[in-house]
């Protein structure tokens, strides 16, 4: 028996805990399509395109719901009248909710009679207080949004608002935490990618040993009393060493210091987050233990190395004359490197979101904390402007003045070009909103695939450019790929990129009209980067497909169809898809069970 269509639809700028609350329990009860309201007199005030808020649904719920995302404009009530919507689901928070949404649906029943039936959907009681307006007010004070917002769309709009992307750095006690920290922040210079790191333990020092508000000092003595602590002055500061000595040597005390202390060390870390762009290091031992890893998004570094090294580094650096025997008893008072690991997954797997970065520290080796660096950064750098803006940036590095005259000098300061305001304006091509896939999340997945099989290769920089560029231009014209070769050849020129590099460019660019053959290797990755997404997962690949029809809904299904079987008959009939051994090896057989199963859908769904 077929259940009723049910339609939601919202701006979801952006989606919440409250929406995804609504969206499960309607889901129980109906067919449901989840729809996105373009208005007209938001389009240019909404935190996210169109194309990031239908990335930010399908990343919250497809993994336990498949539900159509699409969009429209105008009226409510027509769409879900012309597209046979059975019912329409309202959500209601409080009493006065009801009051507005009954007077809706009476203002919708004077403009179509035997219209869809409005079901109001009430809030579950805990997400009542729960709006995309909090979550976003309280994103600009840096307040914690993880019970708002799913982390997926919490890091999103940590990027797009305030320009952070933040990580967590935890470790077993002397593992070299420090050396690795100071090379991380050296890198960002060096990669014109400014990285803060917020050193916790600084701040945990200053709770207990530096600040004088009434709060701190009512801390400091409610600490003294609990662990029989003598304190210092009117401001009741508390020795550090000497608490160590009676937490580090009971577990229990431990936990409960950390139950005393979390409510002071969240609000100095947002202090010290405010302000901060780009990459933002939230560094401490206890990151585990305390359950902060959703402030960096589940994002972890955890640093160790061998026993026998830390137990030197122990013994040899403390500034407390440890003996060996004491050293083992503190590295053994905190989460050993798999339980950190451990409890981070953890949390991974309750909140879908998040990444470990694992780095074993024994020779303070600079080349590998240089590649492991780079590896972060492409993780967490969901638009692709930290890369950006570091190929961007570092042209100024390799600008000789004495090359250039006066006036092809003061041309260059007079653009002003900056790597932020020309990425904003490449994103702005990429979220017109008829881009439901050849948009900014397809540029990262190549660039991502790019840094995790090629990061060396020659050539790497006229690869990156071609990537950002080669789809900037997309409509139902048949240049599209001329025109983005065009576009990229303007901007790389005012960027001083040399003709040579330029030309290498654009011929990048034109091979991925996939109809001449590649010439060189070079040509060949670019292909393959390309026509990746044909071989992700299953649920991925449908996601893929649905997405690409958008893109043509002004011709009918049986126009559609009929080029997309074309399209795939095509490409099975080739002999390889994938030109690189690499890509064919790893890929080829997935894409041609994908594009097998679509074409066989189509010819059992249409006939043809």
């Known amino acids: 028996m077929s259940r009723e269509t049910a339609l939601y639809a919202l701006t979801w700028d952006p989606v919440t805990y409250g929406h995804i609350d609504v969206i499960k329990k309607a889901k129980r009860l109906y067919d449901l399509t989840v729809w996105i309201w373009v208005n007209p007199d938001k389009v240019w005030k909404t935190t996210f395109s169109l194309q990031e808020r239908v990335r930010l649904i399908q990343q919250a719920i497809w993994d336990e719901l498949w539900i159509n995302v699409t969009y429209f404009v105008g009226l409510l009530i027509d769409y879900a009248f012309e597209e046979w919507f ?70 999103a709009l940590e990027a797009r608002v305030l320009w952070q992307y933040v990580v967590s750095i935890t470790w077993s006690i002397w593992t070299g935490k420090s050396y690795v920290t100071d090379q991380l922040v050296s890198l960002g210079k060096t990669s014109w990618i400014p990285v803060h790191n917020i050193d916790l ?91 902060l890893s959703v402030f960096s998004n589940n994002n972890v570094i955890v640093i160790d190395c061998d026993k026998e090294v ?38 991974i797997s309750q909140y879908k979101w998040g990444k470990v970065f694992e780095y074993q520290n024994n020779w303070n080796d600079w080349e590998s904390i240089s590649e492991f660096f780079n590896t972060v950064v492409s993780s967490v750098d969901i638009y692709g402007e930290l890369r950006f803006g570091k190929m961007v940036s570092r042209l100024w590095e390799n600008i000789n003045p004495f090359e250039y005259t006066e006036a092809d000098l003061l041309n260059r300061l007079w653009k002003n070009i900056d790597a932020n305001t020309l990425f904003m304006k490449l994103k702005s091509y990429y979220d ?54 065009h576009f990229a050849e303007n901007t790389l020129k005012d960027l001083w990129y040399s003709d040579d590099f330029v030309e290498r460019v654009n011929r990048l660019i034109l091979v991925t009209k996939h109809n001449i053959e590649p010439e060189s290797e070079l040509e060949e990755i670019m292909i393959d980067l390309d026509l990746s997404i044909l071989a992700c997962d299953e649920k991925s ?13 002004q011709y009918s299904d049986n126009e559609y169809y009929k080029w997309r079987k074309l399209f795939l008959s095509g490409m099975l009939l080739k002999q390889k898809i994938f030109h690189t051994d690499l890509f064919r090896n790893l890929f080829e057989s997935k894409a041609r069970e994908n594009m097998l199963r679509e074409k066989m859908a189509i010819e059992s769904e249409y006939g043809f």
């Open 310 to 347: 830390q137990l030197k580094r122990v013994v040899d650096r403390s500034k407390w004359a440890l003996t060996e025997c004491e050293a083992d008893t503190r590295i053994k008072s905190q989460l050993s490197w798999t339980e950190k690991i451990a409890k981070v997954n953890e949390s």
């Open 541 to 553: 690949y449908q996601r893929y497909a649905y997405s690409v029809r958008q893109e043509y809904l």
């Open 432 to 485: 017109q909103d008829n881009r439901f896939y050849h948009n900014i999340f397809h540029i990262v997945d190549c660039l991502n695939l790019l840094d995790k099989y090629f990061p060396k290769i020659d050539w790497y920089e006229e690869l990156f450019f071609a990537i950002i560029f080669h789809d900037i231009i997309y409509d139902m014209n048949w240049d599209n790929e001329e025109r983005s070769a």
């Open 86 to 155: 059975e019912t329409v689901i309202r959500w209601v928070r409080w009493p006065s909710d009801i009051q507005w949404e009954m007077d809706l649906d009476h203002v919708w029943a004077t403009q179509i009679e035997d219209g869809p039936i409005t079901t109001f959907m009430p809030a579950s009681q805990d997400k009542t207080h729960i709006s995309s307006s909090v979550a976003k007010a309280l994103l600009k004070e840096q307040g914690i949004l993880h019970k708002y917002v799913p982390l997926n769309v919490k890091q």
């Open 201 to 291: 333990d600084k701040i945990w020092h200053d709770i207990l040993g530096r600040l004088t508000n009434p709060w701190y000092v009512k801390l400091r003595q409610k600490i003294a009393k609990e662990f029989w602590l003598e304190v210092t002055g009117q401001d009741c500061f508390i020795n550090r060493a000497e608490l160590s000595k009676v937490v580090f040597s009971d577990s229990n005390k431990l936990k409960r210091l950390n139950e005393l202390m979390r409510s002071s060390l969240l609000v100095r870390i947002r202090r010290e987050m405010r302000n901060k762009k780009w990459l933002l290091l939230l560094n401490w031992a206890l990151i585990s233990e305390f359950d």
